[in-house]
């Protein structure tokens, strides 16, 4: 038997060592295309190492490999190159320079690696990642493809389908403002929603509903009649999502609060499908998802349009009310200060994200600001005690507001406001911000970065702003205490915000656990639902009243 | 502690002298450890011990250890129950951030310190539910 051959594209002593390692191994040199022929011609070589830089050369060296089921070890020159080998799914690397003994033990894994129980793990692995694909581990919910295989059958038979199409307006803001945790944990209370609805529901008879989770944060349902049964009719399609859009709110609401189930709304649309023996099945229920997906958009447009119109008539008649959420020190439980949070009075206005976003929209977040700024500063006057703070949000479009400035902001006493402003929202220009920030800090008024942390900015950017607070992003806070990279986080934070004179909130704390974390963590200032839930202000006793009013 | 006390723990790395080290550090002190040296290899060890705890190399070939962590926190069986130790130096802000987004428990330095190791795995073992 022939000797088994290690070929490669570069030579130094430490490969002829390693070859001299591996116990009658062949070393053999080959470049360029000489290298490629002997990939596909040396039926001997066992294993090829490169320490090419060239991409392409790399490229053709796998495709050459791969062909011939050969493993392929990269000695990588640098970061770059490891990434490379890393995408090209390279059986080895290693960082070259690299001993003899290590090329030799990588040489070894390459094989191993290479051969046929490696192949079986990695299809073992690739069925773990299909399993996933096809239904969700969340909701336990089956996708779409495992949904039309399944009603498949049913349809050919009965002919016809109505598919229901459920479109969740702002999960995606439930992940950026609370995290990830979070909104799983939403979408597990909705799916087991629909669950529970589907299996109490009568309208939908005795037909066949299946249920599926597009995996982004849709739902389809798809209803098959059963035999000899009609399929529901419109009215009574229209009634049943109206009943299980409320089941979902009320579900949300009493899991995880008003807040959260203000925040988003439900559309869902509808469409019909009948049975074409002609067109390709797959092809006809994907285009009745299409149409009841465009349904459902457009309620949403039209739903928005209303949104628009109250937004208008909110802000003409002021139809804002402002709640004061407390800021207590942990040190002593006192009240440091009251964040203001807007709210519209017309249902549809409750959550102030939603609010400021349909402001955005109707180009009305200028006008919407100063009411609630106006409102905020009203609503306090007289009754913050001595020293207490009054915490404003301020989008940062409003800097370009020419009614807002220092001398417009109605306070007598500016070193009781603190301005918020989101790291979240990008800043444009920011020396012309920067100049704006500093007419109001001339003026005494303090800043916070609100939501730092979130990723947005980065550490350097945030001591840009020199912020008298840093109020850390929730998404840290949520399940701090068992998370300890959310712990080192925020103790870096706090590290970097005592060596900047600054103070650390932390906003969100929910739990006992949670605030006994951020506590220990070093955290001066907190808020959340834990200590207090945004409320009125508590009334003033005239000694207690501060001398200034704010 | 009895050795039925402690959690099993699946250590992931493609450097054999690191599982080897690690093994024989956390087994002396009563830790059942599986080792695997891949990520395909991982899924299949995690379906087949169900460790309490993961300890997981980053830098690996083929699926790297981001992906393998994501695929384990979602697995629809054992993803609520295992905790995951990335082994990696995570410097930046942005990194720390990557590894919560997988669904990462917890980071230990690399090159790590065997002493700081056993202390991540305690304070992750310290909150596990309790497996008598």
């Known amino acids: ?550 | 502690m009895t050795n039925q006390a402690r959690p099993a723990i699946l250590v992931v790395d493609d450097n054999f002298d690191n599982t080897e080290i690690i093994r024989d550090y956390l087994g002396v002190r009563g830790y059942p450890v599986t080792v695997a040296h891949n990520g395909d290899q991982a899924l299949v060890e995690f379906e087949r011990v169900r460790p309490a705890i993961v300890l997981l190399d980053v830098m690996m070939p083929g699926r790297d250890g981001w992906e393998v962590c994501r695929l384990m926190k979602q697995h629809a069986e054992l993803g609520r129950l295992v905790r995951i130790i990335m082994v990696t130096a995570l410097d930046e802000w942005d990194d720390k951030r990557l590894a919560l987004q997988t669904g990462a428990d917890d980071y230990v330095e690399k090159p790590f310190d065997l002493g700081r190791l056993a202390e991540t795995v305690e304070r992750n073992t310290a909150l596990l539910p309790s497996i008598g």
């Not at chain 1, 046929?116 to 990695?122: D, E, P, T, V, W």
């Not at chain 1, 001066?524 to 839930?533: A, C, K, M, P, T």
Request: hydrophobic residues 40%.
């Open chain 1, 1 to 550: 038997m022939r000797n088994p051959v290690l070929l490669t594209d570069s030579v130094d002593a430490a490969i002829v060592e390693a070859a001299a390692l591996l116990d009658s191994w062949e070393l053999l040199v080959r470049d360029g295309a000489a290298l490629l022929d002997e990939i596909d011609s040396n039926g001997d070589v066992r294993v090829v190492l490169t320490t090419t830089t060239n991409p392409n050369a790399l490229r053709d060296l796998f495709e050459h490999a791969r062909s011939r089921s050969l493993p392929v070890l990269v000695g990588c020159a640098d970061e770059t190159m490891r990434r490379r080998a890393v995408e090209l799914r390279a059986d080895d690397w290693y960082r070259d320079p690299a001993p003899a003994d290590e090329i030799a033990a990588r040489v070894r894994t390459a094989i191993v690696r290479a051969s046929q129980s490696g192949r079986l793990l990695a299809e073992h692995a690739d069925r773990v990642e299909y399993e996933q694909m096809l239904f969700d581990s969340l909701s336990g919910l089956p996708t779409l493809p495992v949904v039309i295989e399944r009603s498949r059958a049913l349809i050919k038979e009965r002919g016809e389908l109505v598919v229901l199409y459920f479109n969740f307006v702002r999960y995606s803001k439930i992940e950026e403002i609370y995290g990830w945790e979070k909104l799983d944990a939403v979408l597990e209370t909705t799916a087991g929603a629909v669950r529970d609805f589907l299996t109490r529901s009568s309208s939908l008879g005795t037909s066949r509903v299946m249920v599926s989770f597009t995996h982004d944060d849709d739902f389809v349902l798809f209803h098959v009649p059963s035999a000899g049964e009609a399929v529901a009719t419109e009215v009574e399609v229209t009634a049943l999502l109206r009943d299980l859009e409320g089941e979902m709110s009320r579900r949300i609401e009493a899991a995880h609060g008003e807040e959260i189930s203000a925040l988003f709304d439900i559309y869902a649309g509808r469409a019909h499908v009948y049975y074409n023996p002609k067109v390709r099945l797959q092809r006809q229920i994907y285009r009745g998802i299409r149409e009841a997906a465009s349904a459902a958009k457009s309620i949403e447009e039209r739903e928005r349009g209303r949104k628009v119109d109250d937004l208008r008539v909110s802000v003409r008649d002021g139809l804002v009310d402002i709640e004061y959420h407390p800021i207590v020190l942990v040190s002593t439980g006192e009240t440091y200060g009251y964040e203001a949070l807007a709210r519209g009075r017309m249902r549809s206005l409750r959550s102030p994200e939603v609010m400021f976003e349909v402001a955005a929209e109707a180009d009305l977040l200028w006008e919407l600001g100063r009411l609630c700024r106006h409102r905020a500063i009203e609503g306090v006057r007289d009754k913050l005690r001595e020293g207490q703070l009054l915490f404003l949000n301020v989008d940062p479009h409003d800097f370009a507001d020419p009614a807002f400035t220092e001398d417009t902001l109605d306070v007598s006493e500016p070193r009781c406001v603190v301005i918020e402003i989101t790291e979240r929202t990008a800043i444009k220009d920011y020396p012309k911000f920067r100049e704006r920030l500093r007419a109001f800090r001339e003026r005494g008024f303090r800043f916070a970065v609100d939501d730092a942390g979130s990723g947005y900015a980065g550490l350097g950017s945030i001591a840009n702003l020199e912020p008298d607070f840093i109020k850390l992003d929730m998404s840290l806070i949520n399940g701090i205490d068992v998370n300890f990279i959310k712990q080192n986080l925020v103790e870096t934070m706090v590290r970097f915000a005592n060596d900047h004179g600054t103070m650390v909130i932390a906003e969100g704390v929910e739990t006992a656990e949670e605030f006994e974390t951020v506590k220990g963590l070093g955290v001066e200032l907190v808020q959340g639902f834990f200590l207090h839930r945004p409320g009125g202000l508590p009334a003033l006793t005239g000694a207690a009243r501060s001398a200034h009013g704010t």
